[in-house]
């Protein structure tokens, strides 16, 4: 065969609206809408929703804001639970080719300032329950250009409310067209979401997302769970979390019903797996432990098996053991923000059902394999960036590489640099790969403590207690803890003849952390130091009891 002929698949060929379209998770809900009309998409106390419903308000909330002024490439931020409004803000905001940026509802004042300019917010979308904080993270803001705020109304919500914004939720709807006519992204490599990690040195950074990689761990996590169509999903894991893990999406590619929860509480879950037949829910360990460790009157009348997915800590036998003895299949996914959330899963096999839950445990606690559509995960010797041997010893750092990878840090060019170092994604976390390729987590090389799901900075707890003029030096490390996973755990050398408590101590953090990032232990004498004057965290990991806390 001639050379000319062998590379006929190699001409060019015509790309066009025919034969390319950007891949965004949008198109999920346009579809739903179209084929099931009249099938239920939310529940949310009284409320129940169509998908034709929803995909209307979307696009009413798309018109509303492009006729407010919002460009393309804006960012839109909401502080909202989960509630009928943040589902639609993951397709309206977008879909007015504007950037979605889910603030944590857990942060004070200060870190939502530096996130709404950071991120240069042009709106906020406001529940009642979080209008306090928010109108004082207004008055924190450095940048001088006007914010639209917006206030949203919930029935569920059994509190005080105060008006802070020039319109509700429902007005600024009321401004848009049901018909709007809105566009596919023009690049699929456009951002649909900004997302701030914790920050583990000063500020936290923005992590941004974009309509492929969206969509791709939306569809993943369809593959990964094998989920039907017209599933109910539990709202249990926050949507300002890595964007829910992208369920937001997901559930409208499988014109399945969201079921809101305002708060999340085991009487609250178990009440609505009965009463809307929930099939699947995804949380942090903390939830799923609450769970098992709920009294057994909460736990009758469910007849029907569950999913449920868990990601932030391995989980234990009596976790595994909890749910089972429940009918709940617990699926263990890991993951970053900078992956989209999971982006890993710990596939489990037919004939690891046979083996006690013990051993089960150890396997299940292991970080797994790549999500189908991601491109792969590897553990690698981050200074060689050569894969160390898969002998379940041999220590790496976890990497990934795929189209489920963040853009980059928002306005930080040198980190985005740094992460994406020889062509991989660097997590940061240390681990071994077993000879059958799953990959499991031994240490973290940074100092973040894992609680309840949330990631806490140390550094960002030590400079709060360096504020204290009694402290010479601090050190803050994991504690574990059988509700939290982890707690914040304070080792603390006082100055000279200072005299002060460890209550002393906690009011202080009160006054300048969200609350669970306050130590929950804090612990006086001098620290272990190296030569050279560095306090030897290790030493202080051994004494809080967490030097082993993540291996199983």
């Known amino acids: 065969m001639s050379k000319t002929t062998s590379r006929i698949h190699e001409q060019d060929l015509p790309k066009t609206p025919a034969n390319h379209a950007p891949f965004t998770p949008l198109s999920f809900l346009e579809r739903t809408a179209a084929v099931y009309p009249d099938r239920l998409a939310i529940v949310h106390g009284s409320l129940r929703q169509t998908w034709s419903q929803t995909h209307d308000r979307c696009r009413q909330l798309a018109s509303a804001l492009r006729q407010r002024?919002?460009?393309?490439?804006?960012?839109?931020a909401v502080m909202l639970p989960n509630t009928p409004p943040m589902v639609e803000a993951h397709f309206g905001i977008p879909m007015a080719g504007a950037v979605l940026n889910t603030l944590n509802t857990r942060l004070d004042p200060e870190a939502i300032a530096f996130m709404l300019d950071h991120g240069e917010a042009r709106a906020i979308v406001v529940d009642p329950e979080f209008s306090g904080t928010i109108a004082a993270a207004l008055k924190?803001?450095?940048?001088t250009e006007p914010i639209l705020v917006v206030d949203t109304e919930d029935a569920l919500f059994t509190g005080k409310a105060e008006r802070i914004g020039s319109l509700t939720y429902e007005q600024l709807l009321a401004e848009g067209d049901a018909n709007f006519d809105w566009h596919m992204p023009e690049d699929e490599w456009n951002a649909i979401s900004l997302?701030?990690?914790?920050?583990?040195?000063?500020?936290?950074?923005?992590?941004?997302?974009?309509h492929r990689g969206?969509?791709?761990?939306?569809?993943?996590?369809?593959?990964?769970?094998?989920?039907?169509k017209h599933a109910t999903y539990l709202w249990t894991l926050p949507m300002f979390h890595c964007n829910g893990w992208c369920f937001p999406?997901?559930?409208?590619?499988?014109a399945a019903v969201n079921v809101c929860l305002r708060r999340v509480d085991p009487k609250a879950i178990f009440d609505a797996i009965r009463t809307h037949g929930v099939t699947h829910y995804c949380g942090a360990p903390i939830v799923h432990a609450a769970m098992v460790a709920a009294p057994a009157e909460l736990k009758q009348g469910i007849a029907h098996q569950v999913k449920a997915m868990v990601a932030g800590a391995a989980p234990p036998a009596a976790m595994i053991e909890g749910m089972e003895q429940m009918g709940f299949d617990l699926t263990h996914v890991y993951g970053l923000t900078e992956i989209y959330g999971p982006a890993a899963v710990c596939v489990k096999h037919a004939e690891w059902d046979e083996l006690d839950v013990g051993e089960r445990a150890r396997l299940n606690a292991r970080q797994g394999v790549n999500y189908h559509l991601q491109r792969g995960i590897a553990v690698m010797d981050p200074l060689t960036m050569q894969s160390v041997p898969a002998d379940g010893e041999t220590m790496g750092e976890i990497m990934f590489r795929g189209n489920i990878t963040m853009k980059g840090y928002l306005k930080n060019p040198k980190a985005?640099?740094?992460?994406?170092?020889?062509g991989w994604f660097h997590t940061g976390d240390l681990a071994v790969m077993y000879p059958d390729g799953y990959v499991k987590i031994k240490d973290r090389s940074k100092?973040?403590?894992?609680?309840?799901?949330?990631?806490?900075?140390?550094?960002e707890v030590e400079d709060v207690l360096y504020r204290h003029p009694a402290v010479m030096a601090a050190a803050v490390v994991a504690k574990p803890d059988e509700k939290w996973g982890e707690t914040p755990c304070a080792f603390i050398e006082l100055k000279a003849g200072a005299q002060v408590t460890a209550e002393d101590i906690v009011q202080h953090c009160r006054q300048h952390l969200a609350g669970f990032k306050v130590p929950r232990a804090v612990v006086f004498g001098e620290l272990p130091k190296t030569s050279t004057g560095k306090i030897q965290k290790f030493e202080l990991r051994k004494q809080a009891g967490s030097a082993t806390a993540i291996n199983v």
């Open 447 to 459: 100092d973040i403590i894992i609680s309840g799901g949330e990631n806490i900075s140390s550094i």
């Open 69 to 76: 002024g919002i460009a393309i490439g804006d960012t839109v």
């Open 249 to 254: 999406w997901t559930v409208a590619a499988r």
């Open 140 to 143: 924190l803001r450095t940048r």
């Open 214 to 228: 969206a969509a791709m761990n939306a569809v993943s996590n369809i593959l990964e769970w094998d989920m039907p």
């Open 416 to 422: 985005t640099e740094e992460a994406f170092r020889g």
């Open 195 to 210: 997302n701030y990690t914790s920050g583990t040195t000063g500020n936290p950074k923005g992590v941004v997302y974009h």
